[in-house]
């Protein structure tokens, strides 16, 4: 059973919007609420790749390539973490997940089965 489940892909046109959601729904509170959540994305033909991540008190990371047009965030009452995406292009065309990293920054858990992302060029 999955650690995470990953919500709100689709397909949109260049310079669109999109908001994913992650659940954390096997994963308790006091375990949740203190750890270090990421959102990864891989490509067809390539690795996945780190782009966002968010700690217990909501510091954030991006990479160069999302910087200034993704936004991750996390309620916590929810056990859910959100990928705010804008401005979208077709490089961004990837299945997304979410994971828990570790204090080496490593995923922790097994991979869920992601959200689909598709901008057309």
């Known amino acids: 059973q999955e650690q995470f489940v990953e919500s709100g892909g689709g397909s949109v046109q260049p310079g669109g919007s999109l908001r994913l959601s992650c659940k954390a729904s096997?994963?308790?509170?006091?375990?949740?609420?203190?750890?270090?959540m990421a959102w990864y994305r891989q490509a067809p033909g390539k690795e996945r790749e780190l782009v966002a991540t968010?700690?217990?008190?909501?510091?954030?990371y991006y990479a160069d390539s999302v910087k200034g047009r993704f936004t991750i965030s996390r309620d916590n009452s929810r056990k859910t973490v959100y990928l705010q995406m804008s401005s979208l292009k077709p490089e961004d065309t990837a299945f997304y997940y979410c994971?828990?990293?570790?204090?080496?920054?490593?995923?922790?858990?097994?991979w869920g089965q992601g959200t689909q992302v598709t901008v057309p060029s």
């Open positions: 994971n828990a990293l570790s204090s080496s920054t490593q995923p922790k858990y097994n």
């Open positions: 096997r994963m308790i509170t006091s375990v949740f609420n203190p750890s270090l």
């Open positions: 968010i700690n217990a008190e909501r510091a954030t």
